[in-house]
Every structure is written in structure tokens, then in C-alpha cells.
């Protein structure tokens, strides 16, 4: 493979500043000058022999020369059942890949990074920033956009304090789902009031719920007024529209606040920045 054929991406110099290439990834990067490291052939092998070493080959896990594969059947013993919420009669069924093989392939712990904060305060500028960065880095993250999941798993839903609830407690599950699935999941929404948030953060096992308050005043949000939206609230032509005449309770207690600095707001790439160095500091940018 000839590094000739290969560009660093636009936001090098980040992966750089911030010393993420581990001796595993910097095989990798000479290889591909700045490609993800997953792209990597080397890369994954790497991965399947950890994985290997990890584990062991043990019996049942994979495919035998003929496709037999002695793995648990679902149906051969009956299940235990249960009855969850409306769900009457269900069963639990074990994934024969563990969270911790997933963590490996990946080279990362499955995390919920919530962006929380008012229209305009630059939720999803720093859901972009942050996943772009994370995968110039050689992270998989996924955004959960508020306003994108409202076009479609949440299209049923208004912006009375009842949906909001119902808003965001889908999105946590959702955001459950991914985590699970070892990916690093940036969800970016308003979710104003916290007992909604406090609730998505008790569906999660502690260290892996990570708040992000966008701690911008309502004045900058409103002069910001990207869609226009402030605008037409305080025409009255929306009802109900946060921090406007609905309300905006701040986190007491999250993980990362983002600020400005004598007035000025940090810009896109140092917001990620923040988020990056609090993932790296806590272990989840590694298996
Ligand atoms: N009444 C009212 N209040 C606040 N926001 C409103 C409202 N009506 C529409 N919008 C637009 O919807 C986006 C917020 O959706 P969310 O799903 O993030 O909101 S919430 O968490 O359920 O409160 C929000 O997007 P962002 O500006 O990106 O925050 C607005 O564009
Ligand atoms: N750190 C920042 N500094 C300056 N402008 C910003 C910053 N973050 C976002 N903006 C601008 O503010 C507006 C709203 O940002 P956006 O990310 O859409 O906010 P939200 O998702 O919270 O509604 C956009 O025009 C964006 O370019």
C-alpha cells in the first residue's frame, strides 16, 4: 500500500495535538496517512488476533467448514417469560456476541454523550464537530438530532411538557441501543427539563452517561436565531417554545459544561476538543 495514494483529512493536525496514536494505530497511520484506523487492513487483523487472545476460540462461536454451528438455538429450551409495561408474555434473548467483544472490535467503549441546551446554543454544531473529529480519530460515534429523529421515530410527538417527556425517553433508549452496540452516541437535544434527562442517565450504567450543557444565554441563542424560530415566539406565533415561554432547567451536576471565555464562544473544534480530552481522560478510547 503506498501512502502517495492517501490525504490527511482537513483535521490532522487535531488527531496530532491530541496524541491518539497508540502503538497499534500508528502502524496503521503510516500505512494510510491519517485514514480511520478501521479502514486499516492491518488494523483488523490486529483486532481479530486481540480478539483471539482474549477469548480463546471456544467452542460453538463460529462456523464450522460445512456452515454447522452449535451455538444456543433459540426455541430449543423454553424461555423464562415476563410481562414488561403493556408487553405481556415476553422473553429476554442474550446476544452470543458480548459487549466486551464488541469493545474490542471496535477499539472503544460504547458511550451517550447528551447535548443538552437551548434552541441556538450549538447543540448540533458540536454533535458535527465531535463526530467528525472522533472520526478523523478513528472512532465510530452516531448523532441522535433532535430535530432529525422528530422526522421520523418521533413524528407523533409535540412539544408539550408530556411529549418532550416522551421525546427523550425514546432517544435514551435509542442512545441505550447504541452504547450497547459499542458505538459512541452523541445525542443533541434540547431535552429542557431534568428529570427527563436524570431519567435517561438512571437507564444507564453511571460512568457511561455523559452531560454536555451548552451553557450559552438565552440573548446570544436569540441573536444567534439560525431558523428564525425566536423570532416568531416572540411574535407569539409559537407557543410554548423554550426559553421563551417555556422552560429551560439547566444541569446541577453534569460532566462537561461549554462556555464562553470573556464573552467569546469557543469555536466548533474546540468544543469537540473538550468532549475528546473528557473521553480519552475516562478510558472510553480504548476497548
Ligand atoms: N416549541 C419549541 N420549543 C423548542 N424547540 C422547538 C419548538 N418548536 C420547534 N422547535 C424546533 O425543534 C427542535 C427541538 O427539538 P428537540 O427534540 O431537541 O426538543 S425537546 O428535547 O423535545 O425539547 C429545535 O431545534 P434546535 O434549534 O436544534 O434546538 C427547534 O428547531
Ligand atoms: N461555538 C459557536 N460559536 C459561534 N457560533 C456558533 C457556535 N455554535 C453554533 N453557532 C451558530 O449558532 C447557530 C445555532 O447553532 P446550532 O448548532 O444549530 O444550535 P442548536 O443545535 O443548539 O439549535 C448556527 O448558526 C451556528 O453556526
Redesign the pocket.
Known sequence: MSSILFLPPANYTVAVELGFRDSRSKRCWSAGAGFPKRWCPRMRSIRAETAAETFGSRKGESLGPNGECDCDIPGRSAPALSNVGNSTNIAWHECPVGKLERQILLNQKGCVIWITG???SG??TLASALSRELYALGYLSYVL???N??HGL?KDLC?KAQ??AE??RRIGEVAKLFADAGVICIAS????YRRDRDACRAMLPESIFIEVYMDISLEVCESRD??G?YKL?REGK?????GVD?TYEPPLNCEIVIAPTDGECPPPGAMAKQVISYLNENGFLKA
Open positions: 437551548l434552541s441556538g447543540k448540533s438530532d433532535g430535530d429523529i422528530r418521533n412539544f411529549d418532550r421525546n427523550i437535544l434540547i431535552s429542557p439560525a431558523k424560530l415566539a409559537i407557543k410554548g417554545f423554550t417555556d
